[in-house]
């Protein structure tokens, strides 16, 4: 599975600049948060310490808190302004004060979690993963920080994903402009080579309309879905080369809208607990080096 590699710097200082106009504009985010949360209702678990993995804004954690009121909440973001534009919105509800829940805040990369090995017992993040350069290392992290027993709630872009502006791009040269997204399968395989159990994965299309291309792309840029893959094209996107794309996009206007798809993979797993023998002891599983 090979993927295009993000600018880590470059992403970080795009997340950095979109972080006022974040809640704005990610309203396909803010309803995937929603549904992620809805499915939570399935699932019997009560952990004590909680990891929002990609917080962003913090646009979870309301209802996270809700949900686990005794529970200790990490919010962590690869970009600090995200997390203290988060803070400046935050709206105090009296339950805060009853349950006097804990959140802190940590700037940090998914791929290398500033946390200790089995140190949590949930970790959440939605439409996040799609920003990492190794999606194993990352679901190898969030086994290592969760206990035995804890929980991997997540969702992500499939590839499907900004199939219509790709493909617009693509005729006008052979650059990556719209990041490439992991399939549904190799994120189930991940998980289950990273240790994970009873993993259940699905999918939902979500199609957003747009008056013209600019529009679309205003979007993206206000989430702070800049294209930092290192094989992006040198430069900015000039008015020839915007103009061919919009001319390729054109065609699959409907009434009178451009649309933009967006493949939502939704997954939980967890991480098993320690198998016992009769006489009490673990056993371990030795696998062959590779």
Not at 102 to 113: A, H, P, R, T, Y
Not at 153 to 164: A, H, I, N, Q, R
Not at 221 to 235: E, L
Not at 262 to 282: D, M, N, Q
Request: charged share 25%; aromatic share 8%; hydrophobic share 40%.
């Amino acid at each position: 599975m090979s993927l295009p590699q993000f600018d880590k710097k470059l992403l970080r200082r795009s997340f950095e600049r979109a972080a006022h106009s974040y809640d704005a504009a990610a309203v396909l985010q803010h309803e995937v948060c929603r549904r992620m949360d809805e499915r939570l209702d399935l699932i019997k678990h009560q952990p004590a310490t909680l990891l929002d993995a990609g917080s962003g804004t913090g646009n979870a954690l309301s209802a996270l808190r809700t949900r686990y009121p005794k529970a200790r909440v990490l919010a962590l973001d690869l970009a600090l302004t995200m997390l203290q534009q988060g803070r400046k919105g935050a709206v105090k509800p009296w339950w805060k004060f009853v349950f006097k829940q804990q959140v802190n805040e940590l700037c940090g990369d998914i791929e290398q979690l500033p946390l200790a090995t089995g140190s949590v017992d949930m970790v959440w993040s939605n439409l996040a993963l799609q920003w990492v350069n190794d999606p194993d290392q990352a679901f190898g992290e969030f086994n290592r920080v969760l206990a035995p027993g804890g929980l991997l709630m997540f969702s992500t872009f499939g590839p499907d994903t900004l199939k219509e502006l790709r493909a617009a791009f693509a005729t006008v040269d052979q650059h990556t402009h719209v990041s490439r997204f992991i399939d549904l399968h190799d994120i189930g395989d991940i998980l289950v080579k990273r240790g994970f159990a009873d993993p259940v994965m699905d999918m939902e299309p979500f199609t957003l309309t747009y008056s013209d291309v600019r529009a679309l792309m205003h979007d993206l840029k206000a989430i702070g879905a800049h294209n930092v893959t290192q094989t992006r094209p040198p430069g900015l996107t000039g008015k020839l080369r915007l103009a061919a794309v919009t001319q390729a996009y054109e065609p699959l206007r409907r009434d009178g809208k451009l649309p933009a798809t967006f493949e939502v993979v939704y997954g939980h797993a967890w991480k098993p607990l320690p198998r016992i023998t009769s006489s009490g002891k673990k056993i371990i599983d030795i696998k062959p080096a590779t």
